[in-house]
């Protein structure tokens, strides 16, 4: 045989073996690196391309070799849609299985802190419930609910600048459940519970704006007489004709304090279970509606969203006056004269007496 034909024959040999191992050794690194329990945490980052996920996981040992790994998500038309974040890989997870996973988006779930805050909490209120789950700190929290300037949510921007308010975001953190990332500041917190507000503010029907106009109040005050409404009223029912006693004592010539229980149990600071009539006169401060005439300076607790629909939304009647049944039903006598009223509470009494109420 002619070497020239030898040689030829040699080249194709070497060529062939050289395919081969190559071959060889592409399909080993598309194997699994070796299986153990190490979970491997690595964070995707927005805008990274595939080149660098390859080598991301190349180097945390999570795939044999970035630069083969790349060319077979090219083969497989894959590594365009990968999705940030931080993903949890076990060692010897199947290539197929590790382009799913970045796929899918199955990142790492956050530890969150979760918690719910009741309609007709106060601030002070929230601050305690937070700092007995040891997810904020009271002071830091009510220091910050006395600066709005703070904050990035819109409705904030109608309080007005008045020393008399007690805490200037009172009745602007919505009551609702919450799930926030843990370790999450007070900041984080009153910033998501604005938020919420706003959200909630938005969903009103179309022209609640105008309605404000027909009332004559401002959105401020408004969010003042839901904040009445909350705390006075149990049954949903009842709110839209308790507003409207509200705005009947509000209007009337000349006004008639409003003289609303709730406000001296906020102006007291802590809730008693029956006011006394010491309570009522001598607690000097500008919620006191006993000692104060119109509305108090702000909300005196969150309202919820069917309050701020019936300070919105009040019902027209001409009561001017309210009492609470005391038969068991949280429900309310309404009376438009005095002598009526004093009836009802007699009523109310005797109510009382016999379901064994103080």
């Keep these: 045989m002619p070497k020239a034909a030898v040689w030829t024959i040699i080249v194709v040999l070497l060529f062939l ?17 070796k ?4 979970e491997v945490h690595i964070t995707i980052d927005k805008g990274m391309n595939s080149s660098q996920i390859a080598s ?7 795939i044999r070799n970035g630069f083969i790994f790349k060319l077979y998500l090219k083969y497989r038309n894959e590594g365009q849609h990968f999705q940030a974040g931080e993903y949890a890989v076990t060692k010897g997870t199947p ?3 590790i382009i799913r996973m970045l ?15 009741p309609e007709g909490y106060t601030a002070e209120q929230i601050a305690d419930k937070l700092a007995e789950l040891k997810i904020a700190d009271k002071s830091k929290f009510l220091r910050l609910v006395s ?14 600048v008045n020393a008399s308010i007690k805490y200037p975001l009172e009745g602007y953190l919505f009551p609702e459940t919450y799930e926030l990332k843990k370790g999450s500041s007070e900041k984080d917190i009153i910033e998501r519970m604005l938020l919420e507000f706003d959200k909630r503010i938005d969903s009103l029907p179309v022209g609640w704006r105008k309605q404000l106009d027909k009332l004559g109040i401002g959105f401020h005050q408004m969010l003042t007489v839901a904040s009445l409404v909350e705390r006075e009223v149990v049954l949903p029912e009842e709110r839209p004709i308790v507003a409207g006693v509200i705005y009947n004592r509000l209007h009337d010539k000349p006004p008639m304090m409003l003289q609303i229980d709730a406000t001296v149990q906020y102006a007291l600071g802590h809730q008693k279970e029956k006011l006394i009539e010491g309570d009522l006169y001598q607690t000097k401060s500008p919620y006191n509606t006993y000692l104060h005439e119109g509305l108090p300076p702000g909300p005196i607790a969150s ?6 629909q019936a300070a919105l939304y009040p019902e027209k009647t001409k009561y001017f006056f309210y009492v ?3 038969d068991g039903t949280n429900a309310h006598y309404f009376a438009e004269t005095l002598p009526q009223h004093l009836k009802n509470i007699e009523i109310s009494k005797k109510n009382a007496s016999k379901i064994g109420q103080k």
């Design 147 to 160: 600066e709005p300037k703070q904050f990035s949510a819109k409705y904030i921007n109608d309080i007005p």
């Design 95 to 97: 290539l197929d299985e």
């Design 303 to 308: 309202p919820s969203i069917s309050a701020i």
């Design 103 to 117: 796929n899918s988006g199955d990142t790492v779930k956050e530890e969150t802190d979760r918690f719910t805050i």
């Design 56 to 62: 991301l996981l190349e180097q945390n040992g999570l």
């Design 35 to 38: 299986a153990s329990m190490e």
């Design 324 to 326: 609470t049944k005391k």
């Design 17 to 33: 073996g050289a395919v081969g191992a190559s071959a060889l050794y592409a399909v080993s690194a598309l194997q699994p690196v």
